[in-house]
């Protein structure tokens, strides 16, 4: 079965600082996707940035952008210069492409943003 | 860009009532998601559709129900609620198995 597991229950980082959050995660599969979700205090539910496992290449979305170790099963987030709109509980997932789709999510990381 | 659309957004219940909450995906997105996430909790996966059918279940109670109709629009029918089922109820839509795009959700509060 598939695992998502986040061992950092709550982040802080300065306005303007750079902060990484972990994940790790277990899948017997070849084939699966790798995302960041952002739950903001209004509970919805943003897509940060997705990375396919197949794929070398780290993806990056603006000042977001993922360290993907395939081989330790490790797919942590970087947040490059930190903004107060940042704070929010980020979740890790996982999906397997050719099984459904259903994203297994990590606990999730509270991450706060100090002015 | 036109998202999911959930509704209601808020719900009250009396236990052993009955609720159904809908969603509407992303136009030509032709699968969706439902998940249920409880006060401090990830999402966790009931059931999703693909073309109207049902493609995956996960812990999903014996009490709910869900179809995806022609339009593509799905409908999660929950019946003889329980307090344990106050949570929030997200809908995510996504073209085939790809990324899903999560609604705004619908809080269910059952007293």
């Known amino acids: 079965a598939q695992t998502v597991t986040q061992s950092q229950p709550e982040m802080s980082v300065q306005e303007a600082e750079t902060v990484t959050l972990s994940c790790t995660y277990d899948?017997?599969?070849?084939?699966?996707?790798l995302f960041w979700y952002k739950q903001p205090p209004s509970r919805q539910m943003i897509l940060v940035i997705r990375?396919?496992?197949?794929?070398?290449q780290n993806a990056t979305e603006n000042r977001f952008s993922v360290n993907f170790q395939k081989a330790a099963k490790s797919f942590s987030l970087k947040i490059s210069d930190s903004q107060l709109g940042d704070a929010a509980m980020y979740f890790c997932?996982?999906?397997?492409?050719?099984?459904?789709?259903?994203?297994?999510f990590g606990q999730g990381t509270e991450l706060s943003v100090k002015p | 860009a036109a998202g999911v659309i959930q509704s209601p957004r808020h719900l009250i219940k009396e236990k052993r009532e009955t609720a159904t909450l809908k969603c509407y995906p992303i136009?030509?997105?032709?699968?969706v998601y439902w998940y249920q996430q409880g006060p401090g909790q990830d999402p966790q996966f009931l059931i999703s559709?693909?073309?109207?059918?049902?493609?995956d279940k996960g812990s999903i109670p014996d009490r709910f129900s869900a179809q995806q109709f022609s339009d593509y629009h799905s409908e999660l029918n929950m019946s003889s609620l329980e307090l344990g089922d106050s949570a929030l109820y997200f809908c995510?839509?996504?073209?085939?198995?790809?990324?899903?795009?999560f609604g705004p959700g619908t809080r269910l509060t059952v007293l």
């Open positions: 995510a839509s996504s073209v085939l198995t790809d990324t899903q795009y």
């Open positions: 899948t017997s599969e070849s084939d699966y996707y």
């Open positions: 990375q396919e496992a197949y794929k070398q």
């Open positions: 997932a996982s999906h397997v492409y050719n099984q459904g789709g259903k994203l297994i």
């Open positions: 136009p030509r997105h032709d699968t």
């Open positions: 559709f693909y073309e109207k059918m049902q493609s």
